[in-house]
């Protein structure tokens, strides 16, 4: 099993930033890729950035791309999502996944964690 607990999330004006952070435990963490999905108040939860086990590959969304930087530091089995210009349309709760592809595919990802609220002020 992995457990995955995100920290990070708050309150923060449009324009600004927010670091979210997924601290991973448990067995077989190695060679895991990792993700961060999001999921708006009556919308379905939406892929927002992933990250293979060597960070070579990080796709993003259209949506946050020149926005928000994904990373990890597997020494630490942390993820971060580095949010900057937040906006509005961000206001979500983020949720830290992690499966064995960095992928867009929601199901492909079997571990997740409770989430985190962020919220963009106008």
């Known amino acids: 099993q992995v457990q995955l607990v995100e920290s990070g999330g708050g309150l923060v004006q449009s324009g600004g930033s927010l670091r979210l952070s997924c601290l991973a435990s448990?067995?077989?963490?190695?060679?895991?890729?990792m993700a961060w999905f999001r999921q708006a108040p009556g919308k379905e939860r939406e892929f927002v950035a992933a990250?293979?086990?060597?960070?070579?590959?990080?796709p993003y969304a259209d949506s946050v791309k020149g926005r928000f930087t994904i990373s990890r530091d597997n020494s630490k089995n942390t993820e971060y999502l580095q949010m900057n210009s937040l906006k509005p349309e961000d206001t979500a709760i983020y949720y830290c996944?992690?499966?064995?592809?960095?992928?867009?595919?929601?199901?492909?990802?079997?571990?997740w964690g409770q989430g985190t609220q962020v919220t963009v002020s106008s």
């Open positions: 448990g067995r077989n963490i190695s060679d895991k890729a």
């Open positions: 990250i293979s086990w060597g960070g070579d590959i990080t």
């Open positions: 996944a992690a499966g064995p592809l960095p992928v867009v595919v929601r199901s492909t990802y079997r571990y």
